[in-house]
């Protein structure tokens, strides 16, 4: 999935939560009236087509590597003959031209010829090496993803509802501030909408994002998107979504669900572009799954084989100040399973 398919957060309309390459989709397939899910779901095909994304570029340069579409060949580097001038250039020339000038013109061409081939020869032997050398790395990088995820689970595959936020949701309130007019506050993941509905109630604009089809489309009912203060739910994965986001585009950020799933690299990551996109002074909030719930909730195949699990508090506090956030606290869960670790972004 492309990343570069998402519109900035922070410039989005109030009154239009589709993302723009989602308008675009509605505008060229005539659904301009179609309802607010019909409209995001053609968005979600944008993002999650594969064309641009890693892999696809990757095929495509060796494609191209393979059957180039340009070389030194005759019709695209032509012998434009001997120069217009050649037997101007004096009295010698003259005298040469009477004497061996169709030999010389015919022994040019021949020349040209020949140094053409050679080069296409040259061309084609550097572009095999290249796509063999290309071809033996990709095989070695798909060997070493393979060892770090081998089965390849999907979002949507994963067996585990989405965590209830219910217990933190007047404290959340409290952590991101007083409401900024215009200010987006970032939800991921924003499952059926219990967070981003409480955060819309107190009058902050919100983006959801939602990589469980399922959760958006209840979400969207529940919410009611395309109302004038409605919220934007984004049929993504948060990580890739973060990234389209510009630096200091949200005025803050509140983690659940992959926050507990993703392994640690994608947990530190999902840190680092939280503390990129979230304004100096907002607010990052990552809700963790206590390990023993977690441990309770999952059979014993889900648990082993499960990419990440939840960090504990500490661990996040931790990972937060090194992503270059500041002050982080930990707050114990009490009636739910969620822990909350607060930080803010630094000036």
């Known amino acids: 999935m492309s990343g570069e398919d998402d519109v900035p957060v922070g410039e989005q309309d109030e ?25 995001e779901l053609l968005a979600a095909f944008d993002r999650l087509s594969p064309q641009d994304d890693l892999r696809w570029c990757f095929d495509n340069a060796m494609r191209r ?15 434009r003959g001997l120069p217009d001038d050649l037997w101007e250039r004096g009295r010698s020339a003259k005298i040469g031209q009477r004497f061996v000038g169709d030999v010389a013109g015919v022994l040019a061409e021949i020349l040209a010829t020949d140094a053409r081939a050679a080069a296409d020869a040259a061309v084609s032997s550097v572009n095999l090496a290249t796509w063999d050398a290309l071809r033996y790395l990709a095989a070695r990088v798909e060997l070493l993803e393979g060892r770090i995820d081998p089965l390849g689970f999907e979002t949507a595959e994963w067996p585990m509802e989405p965590p209830d936020p219910s217990e933190w949701l007047e404290a959340i309130q409290t952590w991101l501030g007083p409401s900024v007019p215009g200010e987006v506050v970032l939800v991921g993941e924003s499952g059926e909408g219990t967070l981003v509905g409480s955060l819309q109630g107190a009058g902050r604009m919100v983006v959801g994002v939602e990589p469980r089809g399922a959760s958006v489309w209840r979400s969207l009912d529940t919410l009611g998107p395309g109302s004038e203060a409605g919220p934007t739910v984004v049929f993504s994965d948060v990580l890739p979504y973060l990234t389209t986001v510009p630096d200091g585009g949200v005025g803050g950020v509140v983690l659940l669900g992959c926050s507990d799933r993703l392994d640690l690299v994608g947990k530190v990551r999902l840190l680092e572009q939280s503390v990129r996109t979230v304004r100096p002074g907002g607010t990052i909030v990552v809700l963790a799954t206590d390990g023993a719930a977690w441990d309770q909730a999952l059979s014993i195949p889900e648990r082993d084989l ?25 707050h114990a869960a009490e009636s739910g399973t969620l822990h909350a670790v607060v930080a803010k972004v630094g000036s």
């Open 15 to 39: 009154e239009e939560p589709l993302t723009e390459e989602g308008q675009r989709s509605v505008e060229s397939s005539g659904l301009e009236g179609a309802d607010p899910d019909e409209q």
């Open 306 to 330: 499960a990419p990440g699990r939840p960090l504990h508090p500490e661990t996040w506090s931790l990972l937060l100040r090194r992503a270059g956030a500041v002050d982080p606290r930990w």
């Open 65 to 79: 590597i393979e059957r180039p579409e340009s070389s030194s060949s005759v019709t695209n580097v032509p012998w």
